[in-house]
T-cell receptor, first 113, second 113 residues
């Protein structure tokens, strides 16, 4: 089954404790992206990757890091989480940016206290 | 400012009625996509309509695109309780030689049994 998986689905952590949210897709998609969703603000792009070893900032990259060492995986790293990063995070993948539909993961609800 | 803006923000209808949601945008686009999100879950792609297309259908869904008015509409016919969800439009436009995708804030649809 074609899918995007994220782990963990729920995470409660404390300020400053480094964390990684994993994302994996099994569709051999070149394009992957991370979004955060906050009430009233919709989906905002954090980082995206056009292909392996090619990543770039989205609209709200501050406080986040990503890497794309393999085509299928695109982890999101919060080196020093802060309460303003409490949000619902989605990973998505697509055959090609903007031209084709995106497939979304189930989301990771992160709470930083 | 956001590229896509859905209207209305919230819509409540009776089961069996039609639901219409609109999306307006500001700059020229390559394509426009509609997504559905059930509460707290990942977005699911519904329809992609390209800038040279005027109308597309998928089951009970009908999407129109008017590039002269920079607007799109999503019509759900004979609505069901299971259609209760948030609906987002996402516009894709060329930016710095890559297609940039921007999501609107969404329309929350409630279908009352």
């Amino acid at each position: 089954e074609a899918q995007v998986t994220q782990n963990p689905r729920y995470l409660i952590t404390v300020t400053g404790k480094k964390l990684t949210v994993t994302c994996s897709q099994n569709m051999n998609h070149e394009y992957m992206s991370w979004y955060r969703q906050d009430p009233g603000l919709g989906l905002r792009q954090i980082y995206y990757s056009m292909n392996v070893e090619v990543t770039d900032k989205g609209d709200v990259p501050e406080g986040y890091k990503v890497s794309r060492k393999e085509k299928r995986n695109f982890p999101l790293i919060l080196e020093s989480p802060s309460p303003n990063q409490t949000s619902l995070y989605f990973c998505a993948s697509s055959r090609q940016r903007g031209v084709y539909e995106q497939y979304f993961g189930p989301g990771t609800r992160l709470t930083v206290t | 400012s956001q590229q896509g803006e859905e209207d209305p923000q919230a819509l409540s209808i009776q089961e069996g009625e039609n639901a219409t949601m609109n999306c307006s945008y500001k700059t020229s686009i390559n394509n426009l996509q509609w997504y559905r999100q059930n509460s707290g879950r990942g977005l699911v792609h519904l329809i992609l309509i390209r800038s040279n297309e005027r109308e597309k259908h998928s089951g009970r869904l009908r999407v129109t695109l008017d590039t002269s008015k920079k607007s799109s509409s999503l019509l759900i016919t004979a609505s069901r309780a299971a259609d209760t969800a948030s609906y987002f439009c996402a516009t894709s436009r060329l930016e710095s030689s890559y297609d940039k995708v921007i999501f609107g804030p969404g329309t929350s649809l409630s279908v009352i049994p």
